[in-house]
């Protein structure tokens, strides 16, 4: 398959709705036909790395149960040279499962510097998080700070979409980063402007 068209077709008949929601991903332009109805144009630099569709298991928050939610997403990844950062684009389309919904307003001590942006014309939640992993292939530590853009979506809550924008950054800057308004300043200068330019 030719690097520069791929062509991903996702198909979900929602419980409940009875709407046929497609989601085609062509040539990095990703169309979801609902829930919500979006274009995302991917710029070129930005490489897809997975795509998957299924359920998913999620936790209620107050850790008594759960449910089994469809989930449907799209990872992307920029390399770059430094000192520009690599960066990543998450993109996540998700239906609760039966007698469930999504919270507006989540409550996660990971999360901070909340706000809100709009987004293709959905006012949707923000946040930062930090985060780290050992890479087992080049065998160290990677660290990256991200931006969550997240709304929820009806019927009654049980939809939500999700962005997430991501850079790979020195680890000692990304652990200080709750404390670094310098470094969140520019991270989400850089997350802001690639978001409206999708």
């Known amino acids: ?3 520069t068209f791929l062509l991903v077709i996702l198909s979900v008949v929602f419980s409940g709705c009875g709407v046929n929601v497609k989601r085609t991903l062509n040539n990095n332009v990703l169309v979801s036909s609902g829930s919500p109805a979006i274009r995302l144009n991917i710029p070129q630099s930005f490489k897809l790395t997975d795509s998957a569709s299924g359920k998913e298991f999620a936790e209620y928050q107050n850790k008594f149960g759960g449910s089994q939610n469809d989930r449907e997403w799209f990872s992307f990844f920029e390399q770059n040279k430094q000192p520009k950062p690599h960066r990543m684009l998450f993109v996540e389309f998700r239906e609760a499962g039966v007698n ?39 065998n160290m530590k990677i660290c990256f700070i991200t931006k969550i853009y997240r709304k929820v979506l009806p019927p009654k809550q049980r939809r939500s979409f999700v962005i997430i924008y991501g850079e790979h950054l020195p680890c000692n800057k990304v652990m200080q980063a709750r404390n670094n308004r310098a470094l969140i300043a520019e991270v989400n200068g850089r997350a802001d402007a690639l978001i409206n330019q999708l």
């Not at 706000?115 to 939640?125: A, P, T």
């Open 1 to 3: 398959m030719s690097r």
């Open 100 to 138: 469930s919904h999504f919270l507006e307003n989540i409550k996660n001590n990971t999360l901070f510097s909340h706000g809100n942006s709009y987004v293709k014309g959905l006012n949707m939640k923000t946040a930062f998080k930090v985060e780290n992993k050992f890479d087992q292939k080049r």
